[in-house]
């Protein structure tokens, strides 16, 4: 091997560690949870190895594959369980040089509590990482949230993987680590406003000024992989909350029907139960406005909150 290609290795196995070292220092992995992978050439990857913890981890210990998985060197340890996972990003993401997988807390927290963190709240975040959409579960170490996780990745540079940990892409491995790190910071920011009282997303046209930031910033690549309408999730959403709020505050006829029609409905379903064959028909009424009442009371304090 040249001097050059193998002092140029080294330096990527100690990029790595350090990577490893900082990802376990920052709290996003414990134990020996995590993976991560650099690109050293155009067919083969330094991954870490199966059982590994980052922040006891050497240089020593990097397993290199070739990019179908093939163990090319340091045969004595075995690639991390989740492979898959790494070779699927770099199938659908030619662009990229790493992939960092850690299970940061706060963020994978939104998920487990099956909250939204893709939401444009934090204008840093929308210039860095655009849209963080969650993937849907799937058990760790699988095909199958390998396939699913690329599917995503194909369009963005972080997701949340439901239940289970978040997923960054970059074009070395201290890029994707900060996009890590950033986003679990973006997930605490996010967090404590929602301890405080509610998450307050900017207004539409401040939204689209980032948007055309993070494209300027990042290149035309980036706009044609993820397109210029992002967050159009949450721009129906808030005309759907604007649109039930107003319909609330004015106790329109419509409203008026909506509450008909809920009440009606639980009437239906109450009387098929077996408890309701205890009930006159009176009391099933009465159960009937009172589940209708906390329903809706419900659905209002989501959708009118300040």
Known sequence: MPVDKELADIKLKEDLKRVCNLAYQKGLL??????????????LILVTPRNSHKGTIETGDFVTIDINGTVISNGNRIPTTELALHLEAYKKRPDIKAVVHAHPPIAVSFSVAGLDLNLPA?????????????????????????ELAGIYLEKHDAVILAHHGAVTVGTDIFNAYCKMESLEHAAKIMHSAQALGDIKTLEQADISDLIKQRHKTYGKEVELREGSRLFQAHQNTFKLKNVFKKLAESNSPVFQRILNLVNELLLVTISKTTFAQKLTTEEKEQLARELTTSFLSMILGKFTKK
């Not at 414990?30 to 067919?43: A, F, H, M, Q």
């Not at 975040?125 to 969650?134: A, D, S």
């Open 30 to 43: 414990s134990g020996n949870e995590g993976n991560l992978s650099l690109k050293i050439s155009d067919n």
């Open 122 to 146: 934090i204008p840093e975040i929308i210039v860095l990482l655009g849209e963080v959409p969650t993937v849907p579960y799937g058990e760790p170490g699988t095909d199958k949230l390998a």
